[in-house]
């Protein structure tokens, strides 16, 4: 824990300098030889000495306190330091996937008004040509010997800093803005959602608590910003050869080479990049032994792929499967255990996919759907145990508000003034069960609103999905909400041509018929590759599926 009460989540680092200076922090791919792939090792020592140069070089160009910076640069160290750096000096780092497309780039940086720019040349050259930022940015930092389009290099800034120069972290509140991360958009624009020190701290003490993780242990990130929790957590992290843009396509050979050779013993990656993992490690009767845990979130995993997974893995040894977004992670949490002893049969006839029981700390309710704003918590909004509603949660990990976006705050937050405290409304839709367990049945803007009544994703889908020749399925409505045409949008496992899809299409209908949410379906479409997000590969954009839908209607 760190003393004094600090709530700047980069105090871990330093401690953890303190206290295991040799220790490995972070393994980076630099190179690859003729028989291995090349990695770069960094202490704990170095990556604090580091980030603490790089504090001071960052105060002496301006930015410091409360300054939003937009950081654009590949993971690697100067990622990693400059982000610990940004957090020493109690800056505001602006972090964007960009692989969400230049338009949302544009729309995003714009409205969280950066004041600093921190990338690699080809971001400040996309930044020049594109006008990202222009009304704003006043501090421009070049990652590179080189300053490119003015500003400065920041070997240039190093340049000027000794080693061995210490550095004092900022001291934050629990309150203070730590950082912007801007959601995927799979569900409209991204975005930029607030976090706090304090919304920090609390996701790393429930990540340690839930998942039992413990000083010494040894992390293999798929997703970039996971890895900025390890050292809070005591961990050393290896930075996988991959595309972070794409973990769906990623090389499975790459993966558990890295977990192999480290004696990884915990991993994160998407229920895309955990399906291509545990494919192939079936397929070749690959075990990994040195993995206490595996943790896959971003999309309902399905029960074939943790199968797949865990039977790499020693007796006893889970893949989690935690539900949240990226305004409160962790909610739910629920292992591979469960879903496959129990839940997976439930999910298969139409009841959902089970996400665990809330996570301790989380205060989680179910109230009537409603697409209007709620300006204060009443007992009178929660529904009965069993019917869906609209899932709402508060604690210390869930964030307040969206940076210059006061119209989705108000449609996202209900103020708990008997609590002092607010709900965040998740979006998403379920249920409770008697065993006080959470089943998720899919985003509210997904459902489809027939003359009939309303049909939920998640359900319908699972029920299609039970087909061996079908990959992933997605409901979608095509027309006026009271008046939906549903449409179910099949991708196969493999391509297949008009005759066999003809055939499959009769077979999925008869599979339809034996369930009431799934009668009135009965207009099936076949689509070559869903359009998916670019964070996890697996979260389908069904508002771009209901338009090919609609264009493709018999």
């Given at each position: 824990?760190?003393?004094?009460?600090?709530?700047?989540?980069?105090?871990?680092?330093?401690?953890?300098?303190?206290?295991?200076?040799?220790?490995?922090?972070?393994?980076?791919?630099?190179?690859?030889?003729?028989?291995?792939?090349?990695?770069?090792?960094?202490?704990?020592?170095?990556?604090?000495?580091?980030?603490?140069?790089?504090?001071?070089?960052?105060?002496?160009?301006?930015?410091?306190?409360?300054?939003?910076?937009?950081?654009?640069?590949?993971?690697?160290?100067?990622?990693?330091?400059?982000?610990?750096?940004?957090?020493?000096?109690?800056?505001?780092?602006v972090l964007i996937?960009?692989?969400?497309?230049?338009?949302?780039?544009?729309?995003?940086?714009?409205?969280?008004?950066?004041?600093?720019?921190?990338?690699?040349?080809?971001?400040?050259?996309?930044?020049?040509?594109?006008?990202?930022?222009?009304?704003?940015?006043?501090?421009?930092?070049?990652?590179?010997?080189?300053?490119?389009?003015?500003?400065?290099?920041?070997?240039?800034?190093?340049?000027?800093?000794?080693?061995?120069?210490?550095?004092?972290?900022?001291?934050?509140?629990?309150?203070?803005?730590?950082?912007?991360?801007?959601?995927?958009?799979?569900?409209?624009?991204?975005?930029?959602?607030?976090?706090?020190?304090?919304?920090?701290?609390?996701?790393?003490?429930?990540?340690?608590?839930?998942?039992?993780?413990?000083?010494?242990?040894?992390?293999?990130?798929?997703?970039?910003?996971?890895?900025?929790?390890?050292?809070?957590?005591?961990m050393s992290s290896?930075?996988?050869?991959?595309?972070?843009?794409?973990?769906?396509?990623?090389?499975?050979?790459?993966?558990?080479?890295?977990?192999?050779?480290?004696?990884?013993?915990?991993?994160?990656?998407?229920?895309?990049?955990?399906?291509?993992?545990?494919?192939?490690?079936q397929a070749n009767?690959?075990?990994?032994?040195?993995?206490?845990?595996?943790?896959?979130?971003?999309?309902?995993?399905?029960?074939?792929?943790?199968?797949?997974?865990?039977?790499?893995?020693?007796?006893?040894?889970?893949?989690?499967?935690?539900?949240?977004?990226?305004?409160?992670?962790?909610?739910?949490?629920?292992?591979?255990?469960?879903?496959?002893?129990?839940?997976?049969?439930?999910?298969?006839?139409?009841?959902?996919?089970?996400?665990?029981?809330?996570?301790?700390?989380?205060?989680?309710?179910?109230?009537?759907?409603?697409?209007?704003?709620?300006?204060?918590?009443?007992?009178?909004?929660?529904?009965?145990?069993?019917?869906?509603?609209?899932?709402?949660?508060?604690?210390?990990?869930?964030?307040?508000?969206?940076?210059?976006?006061?119209?989705?705050?108000?449609?996202?937050?209900?103020?708990?003034?008997?609590?002092?405290?607010?709900?965040?409304?998740?979006?998403?839709?379920?249920?409770?069960?008697?065993?006080?367990?959470?089943?998720?049945?899919?985003?509210?803007?997904?459902?489809?609103?027939?003359?009939?009544?309303?049909?939920?994703?998640?359900?319908?889908?699972?029920?299609?999905?039970?087909?061996?020749?079908?990959?992933?399925?997605?409901?979608?409505?095509?027309?006026?909400?009271?008046?939906?045409?549903?449409?179910?949008?099949?991708?196969?496992?493999?391509?297949?041509?008009?005759?066999?899809?003809?055939?499959?299409?009769?077979?999925?209908?008869?599979?339809?018929?034996?369930?009431?949410?799934?009668?009135?379906?009965?207009?099936?479409?076949?689509?070559?590759?869903?359009?998916?997000?670019?964070?996890?590969?697996?979260?389908?954009?069904?508002?771009?599926?209901?338009?090919?839908?609609?264009?493709?209607?018999?």
């Open positions: 824990m760190m003393s004094g009460g600090q709530a700047n989540i980069a105090a871990h680092l330093p401690e953890m300098a303190r206290r295991q200076p040799d220790t490995p922090a972070i393994h980076i791919p630099c190179r690859r030889g003729r028989k291995q792939l090349d990695y770069q090792q960094y202490s704990f020592a170095q990556l604090d000495e580091l980030s603490n140069r790089i504090a001071l070089g960052l105060e002496s160009i301006g930015i410091g306190r409360g300054v939003r910076t937009a950081l654009m640069v590949k993971p690697g160290l100067e990622f990693f330091a400059l982000t610990f750096a940004l957090f020493k000096v109690a800056a505001v780092p996937d960009p692989g969400m497309g230049v338009k949302n780039l544009k729309v995003c940086l714009a409205e969280a008004q950066p004041e600093a720019f921190i990338g690699i040349p080809k971001a400040h050259l996309a930044r020049l040509i594109l006008g990202w930022g222009k009304e704003t940015l006043k501090i421009l930092l070049t990652v590179g010997k080189y300053s490119f389009c003015g500003g400065t290099s920041l070997h240039q800034l190093l340049s000027k800093i000794p080693s061995d120069q210490a550095y004092s972290v900022a001291k934050t509140s629990q309150e203070e803005t730590a950082a912007i991360l801007f959601t995927s958009g799979s569900t409209g624009a991204p975005k930029g959602v607030v976090y706090s020190h304090g919304n920090f701290t609390a996701q790393v003490e429930q990540l340690k608590q839930i998942y039992a993780i413990t000083p010494g242990e040894i992390d293999l990130p798929t997703f970039p910003l996971f890895a900025l929790f390890a050292p809070a957590l005591g290896v930075i996988p050869e991959m595309d972070f843009t794409r973990p769906g396509s990623v090389d499975p050979v790459k993966i558990i080479t890295a977990i192999q050779r480290f004696k990884v013993t915990t991993m994160f990656g998407s229920p895309a990049l955990i399906r291509q993992v545990g494919s192939y490690g009767q690959i075990q990994l032994p040195t993995l206490k845990r595996a943790i896959s979130a971003g999309a309902p995993v399905p029960a074939s792929v943790l199968e797949c997974f865990t039977a790499m893995l020693n007796p006893g040894v889970q893949v989690f499967t935690p539900y949240g977004a990226t305004e409160s992670l962790p909610v739910c949490s629920i292992g591979s255990t469960e879903i496959l002893q129990d839940t997976r049969f439930a999910t298969d006839q139409g009841k959902g996919v089970c996400i665990g029981k809330p996570v301790p700390g989380i205060e989680l309710e179910i109230i009537g759907i409603s697409d209007q704003p709620i300006a204060s918590w009443q007992e009178e909004l929660k529904v009965a145990c069993g019917e869906i509603g609209e899932i709402i949660v508060k604690g210390a990990q869930v964030t307040r508000n969206y940076y210059n976006r006061p119209e989705s705050t108000q449609l996202a937050k209900i103020n708990a003034p008997q609590s002092g405290g607010f709900y965040h409304r998740m979006g998403d839709l379920g249920y409770r069960d008697q065993q006080g367990r959470i089943w998720f049945c899919g985003r509210k803007a997904h459902r489809v609103c027939t003359a009939q009544g309303t049909l939920f994703t998640i359900p319908c889908e699972a029920i299609f999905n039970t087909h061996t020749k079908v990959f992933r399925s997605a409901l979608v409505g095509v027309g006026e909400a009271g008046q939906m045409q549903p449409v179910i949008c099949i991708e196969l496992e493999n391509a297949a041509d008009p005759a066999a899809q003809a055939t499959i299409r009769q077979e999925l209908l008869a599979i339809g018929q034996n369930y009431p949410i799934t009668q009135e379906l009965r207009t099936i479409l076949f689509h070559p590759a869903f359009p998916v997000d670019i964070r996890h590969n697996a979260k389908i954009f069904r508002e771009k599926l209901a338009i090919w839908a609609q264009e493709n209607l018999p």
